[in-house]
């Protein structure tokens, strides 16, 4: 056990360790990266991207993919934007976001599981579905919502602390996605999915109805994200969270979530938000513009999917190099 | 070899009833697509016969033309099982490089631009096959990054500035804008690509390794098929091809900054899949899909003339993306016992 272990706590060590560079450029790059207001702002950008990250990694995990999840934010941002403005209350428009996310998710998990279609195809073709949707609701007009003081939970920190009320819900969730995950009879049954489906489904788990539900879950809590970016920007646009799915990608698979399903752990998705947040801070406040930003979280993602693979590497190009020698001593042999 | 439907007419030899089945249902594919053409194309002419103009048609078909060449090099990435998202952003640093070399010497000899877009874009279909087959990482998660990278890298590159149709002389313009007999430029161009590419995936020994990679990639490397090779130049194929898109797509639309060409990866993804390339790779051919890009771009110039926003045609290109996989897995569900009983027979 201990030894099987040992990988991921080395993988969660690194993490820890990057977590401190990354802290440390952000404190060269501005005085005030540590104090408690930057911490504010560090955690208020993170918090959807964080959210949504939970869901997907349980996916993952599973050895499927949701590309959709940035797009389904701006679709239920977009509705609860036009509920909001036809007068309908303001937690009425909420409900409207959160039932839109959820059908969006069922319908990415029924064409997944019922008609077994590969869920790479399916998330970009609904990833473009979703976002075209929102725009051809909402083309190019920009929606007010703003009702203080409940919109307010999008801009102010919990009273009292400096922690933004996106992510006290995501350490909330945080926390029972982990016990799900790890403790629970669920949990091994995921895990069980990414390690083997078929074995699994012999084994008497239904593997389809607990991906459908997965994909149900993305979707909901994608559409939760919406309302909480709709409120944070006090407005909805089709355009919301476009591109999002790098973070979402990014975060998962630099938490040592296996692309390849069947492995990864909650704490080292959480270790993931924290980098990713105190990075994109810093980086802003090094005056770096969000597109050079993109190259540096896009080589991110690239490396967490190289760095597993490199023991891999190693052994292939040690084994080439000795049958290379192997091959040469035999002809100087031959030749003598 | 691959007993896919949309394959099978190439890899089943002979007689037989279920042999006429899945040549039936191959060419199914194909005039389906071109049925769809023809009633869109109908049905908005009837609306407006101002749709079937030749200033119309000639607009319609350098549009497709464009997203045809691209969907040329998605095709063989797919065939191999594999996936590139970052075509776009290829496409885009590609036709900047071009502007910018008009900028700085106004008189190059126009084919020269050409060679530069296609070696900005080789080289990015390098790196990206080079990471996806040097350490076997999934080729969705390398080009999602060298999506946002080669975005960022222009970015950077270009800042807030804009190449724009002044620096741009006629001769290169007029690619855009030209045409012959009435057919532009850019649809001959299209064309003659899908031409030879229909030619080449048929006839070539490598073209055919690639429908065995995506059929079985165990089974082609037990076969002695060299897998990675083959990847690698899958990628680096289609970086070539969206780099030469990069030149054409500056000569028909004259202007270019930092966020040309954002987001045709999923247009090109889609025109492929519609067009009958499966997305677990093996089976598809280059003219299904350009015949997917032209039927997209049909439908969204059909939009603007039946008054729909335009604004729902990328929603209309997700719905027929999912309806063509659907379809396909339905189809090979049906189809998958008529070829095992050929099998069976035979062997």
């Known amino acids: 056990m201990a030894d099987r272990l040992r990988p991921l706590l080395r993988w969660e060590a690194g993490l820890i360790l990057l977590l401190i560079g990354t802290i440390v450029y952000g404190n060269n790059a501005s005085q005030y990266f540590l104090t408690s207001g930057n911490v504010f702002f560090i955690l208020l950008n993170v918090g959807e991207v964080a959210i949504m990250a939970l869901p997907l990694t349980l996916i993952v995990v599973t050895g499927e993919i949701d590309l959709s999840v940035g797009a389904i934010l701006g679709l ?21 976001a959160l039932a839109v996310g959820a059908v969006a998710g069922a319908f990415n998990g029924l064409l997944i599981t019922r008609l077994g279609l590969p869920s790479l195809a399916v998330t970009i073709g609904t990833l473009t579905l979703y976002r075209g949707i929102a725009q051809g609701i909402l083309p ?8 203080p003081p409940y919109s307010d939970i999008g801009v ?5 602390t400096q ?7 995501f350490a909330v969730l945080a926390v029972i996605f982990g016990v799900v995950l790890h403790a629970t009879p669920l949990g091994r049954r995921i895990f069980a999915i990414g390690a083997g489906q078929e074995a699994a489904r012999f084994a008497g788990i239904r593997v389809r ?5 997965l ?7 994608s559409g939760f994200c919406g309302i909480l970016f709709t409120l944070r920007f006090s407005s909805a646009r089709y355009d919301s969270g476009i591109g999002l799915e790098l973070f979402v990608v990014t975060i998962v698979l630099l938490g040592g979530v296996s692309i390849f399903g069947g492995r990864g752990t909650i704490i080292g998705v959480v270790l993931a938000v924290l980098v990713l947040g105190c990075l994109q801070t810093a980086m802003t406040q090094a005056l770096i513009s969000p597109q050079e930003q993109n190259i540096v979280i896009g080589a991110l993602l690239i490396l967490s999917v190289v760095v597993p693979n490199l023991p891999g590497i190693y052994g292939r190009a040690r084994l080439r190099w000795r049958s290379i020698m192997a091959r040469r001593h035999a002809s100087e042999a031959a030749e003598a | 070899m691959s007993v896919r439907a949309e394959s099978a007419h190439v890899s089943i030899d002979g007689r037989g009833r279920s042999h006429a089945l899945a040549e039936a249902l191959f060419r199914f594919r194909e005039l389906g697509i071109v049925l769809a053409l023809v009633i869109v194309v109908t049905v908005t002419a009837i609306h407006n016969t101002n749709f079937v103009s030749k200033t119309s048609l000639q607009q319609l078909l350098s549009g497709a033309a464009i997203i045809a060449i691209l969907a040329i090099g998605e095709t063989i990435v797919i065939i191999t099982r594999n996936v590139d998202l970052s075509i776009g952003s290829i496409l885009g640093i590609s036709a900047y490089a071009v502007g910018v070399t008009f900028e700085n010497h106004p008189h190059v000899w126009i084919p020269w631009v050409f060679v530069i877009g296609l070696a900005v874009g080789l080289a990015f279909g390098v790196v990206n096959g080079l990471i996806v087959t040097l350490f076997r990482v999934p080729s969705l998660v390398v080009t999602l990054g060298t999506l946002y ?18 620096a741009l002389p006629d001769r290169f313009t007029n690619i855009g804008y030209g045409t012959v007999l009435g057919v532009p430029y850019l649809g001959i161009a299209a064309i003659a690509a899908v031409a030879v590419a229909t030619y080449a995936m048929r006839s070539f020994r490598t073209a055919r390794d690639f429908y065995a990679i995506g059929s ?17 130049l899958a990628f680096a194929l289609s970086g070539a091809i969206a780099g030469v898109a990069g030149a054409f797509w500056l000569s028909l639309y004259g202007s270019v900054d930092a966020i040309a060409g954002q987001g045709y990866e999923f247009q090109v993804i889609a025109a492929v899949v519609v067009g009958g390339v499966a997305i677990f790779g093996g089976s598809g051919t280059v003219l299904g899909a350009a015949l997917g890009a032209l039927l997209l771009n049909t439908i969204d110039s059909a939009l603007i003339v039946l008054n729909v926003s335009s604004a729902w045609s990328s929603a209309i290109a997700g719905a027929l993306l999912l309806a063509a996989i659907a379809f396909d897995r339905l189809l090979s569900a049906r189809i998958a016992p008529a070829l095992r009983t050929r099998r069976s027979t035979r062997g």
Do not use: C
Not at chain 1, 156 to 160: A, M, N, Q, V
Not at chain 1, 163 to 169: D, E, K, L, R, T
Not at chain 2, 216 to 227: H, S, Y
């Open chain 1, 140 to 147: 190019t007009a920009t929606i007010q919502v703003s009702k």
């Open chain 2, 149 to 166: 990278i080669i975005r960022g890298i222009d970015g950077r590159w270009a800042g807030g500035h804009q190449v724009g149709a002044s």
């Open chain 1, 215 to 221: 994909y149900v879950l993305s979707g909901l809590l």
């Open chain 1, 163 to 169: 922690i933004p009320w996106s992510f006290a819900f």
């Open chain 1, 156 to 160: 102010i920190p919990i009273r009292g």
């Open chain 2, 216 to 232: 079985n990639p165990d089974a082609a490397r037990l076969a002695g098929i060299p897998v990675e090779r083959r990847v690698f």
């Open chain 1, 76 to 96: 239920s941002g977009v509705v609860m934007g036009e509920l909001f403005m036809h007068g309908h209350g303001l937690w009425w428009s909420m409900a409207g």
């Open chain 1, 209 to 213: 109805r607990v991906k459908f539900w």
